[in-house]
């Protein structure tokens, strides 16, 4: 059925049981009875303006205090729009101390305070009429958002960003760059994965483990037995013979045996340790204060400390022997030695598989 706003006249649609709505021009609510649209008895209040029906005549508080028989509850009920109310919502209750302002703005069916804004304006800006055209709520310039709201423009930035750390694929070899906080990864290259995990071995076990975190062997802890690890940094304080790919920082502490050839980038034999590399080792740097048996090749510099031993063969680009220090074999200094293990054949890099 039709329905006509009685604050502004606009007709819609409505359901035929409806009992209350809301204009869809100026945002007011109004009642529905058999079919006839009427205001809200009492005051209507909206978000900018307090808006009093009509008045007759000016009412006095006297009046209304020295009046012995108060009004029906008959009276009380809810009126049409064509009626009129003689008192306001506070003078009623009694919450008011001073009668009511003169000054007012006569509009069809109300009447505004006279600090009130127009019908027009108060229309624009009703919750009823910014919903029904499906815009946004703004108060004094901001979107309405949550107190700890941040614009992202505002929020506080990281000047730098946080390095990753290199890692080399077990399959393929690749080297890729990952984040620190990152628990796994994909190769790039061949779509291996790869685990990040971080391990300390404190018992003395055969172990296959494969990984790019951290592996540590503690003092009681040990890896015999045809055990092979890949891990990035390894740090061995205990007994261990095993095939290891290390593609970071190789840390001895105590005598062991490695079998396969061993990759790292920093190769480091601590005093009274004795660590036997068969098939050689190829390292960017090393430090020796322990001693090292098998070929070792470096693509940087080599240390040989006071009590540091060499038994086999030594190509560096660079060498510092410090006086007491040996190599049993041949040495060797080239500055174009390379230690980055070659790339797998059969792996495509610009495709995965």
Do not use: W
């Not at 910014?130 to 309405?144: D, H, N, S, W, Y």
């Not at 055969?206 to 975190?213: A, D, Q």
């Amino acid at each position: 059925m039709d329905l006509t706003c009685p604050c502004c006249g606009h007709i819609q649609q409505e359901p035929a049981l409806v009992i209350s709505t809301f204009c869809r021009a100026c945002g007011e609510h109004f009642r529905v009875r058999r079919g006839v649209a009427f205001t809200n008895p009492g005051p209507r209040v909206s978000g900018l303006a307090e808006l009093r029906p009509l008045r007759r005549q000016k009412p006095s508080l006297s009046g209304l205090k020295e009046e012995s028989n108060p009004r029906p509850p008959s009276e009380l009920a809810p009126r049409h729009a064509d009626e009129e109310t003689d008192l306001t919502a506070a003078a009623f209750f009694g919450l008011s101390a001073e009668e009511p302002h003169a000054e007012t703005i006569e509009t069809s069916g109300g009447s505004l305070g006279r600090n009130a804004q127009s019908r027009e304006a108060l229309a624009e800006g009703s919750l009823g009429a910014l919903i029904a055209a499906g815009q946004t709520v703004v108060v004094a310039g901001k979107e309405k958002m949550p107190p700890n709201y941040a614009a992202p423009d505002d929020r506080r930035r990281r000047d730098d960003n946080v390095p990753g750390i290199p890692v080399r694929c077990f399959r393929c070899h690749h080297r890729q760059d990952v984040s620190r906080f990152a628990k796994s990864t994909q190769c790039e290259r061949c779509s291996a994965y790869i685990s990040l995990a971080h391990y300390e071995i404190k018992t003395v076990k055969s172990h296959s483990l494969r990984t790019r975190g951290d592996i540590v062997i503690a003092k009681k802890g040990g890896l015999i037995q045809n055990s092979e690890i890949a891990c990035h940094h390894l740090t061995v304080s205990g007994s261990i013979d095993a095939i290891v790919d290390c593609s970071g920082d190789a840390v001895f502490r105590h005598s062991g045996r490695v079998r396969g050839q061993l990759h790292c980038e920093t190769l480091v034999l601590e005093k009274n340790c004795q660590v036997s590399f068969p098939d050689g080792v190829m390292a960017r740097r090393a430090e020796i204060a322990g001693h090292l048996v098998g070929d070792l090749t470096c693509s940087g510099k080599v240390r040989i400390a006071r009590n540091g031993i060499v038994e086999g063969s030594l190509a560096a680009v660079d060498l510092e022997l410090r006086d007491g220090g040996r190599i049993s074999g041949e040495t060797r200094l080239d500055p174009g030695i390379t230690t980055e293990p070659a790339l797998s054949k059969g792996f495509n890099p610009n495709l995965i598989g």
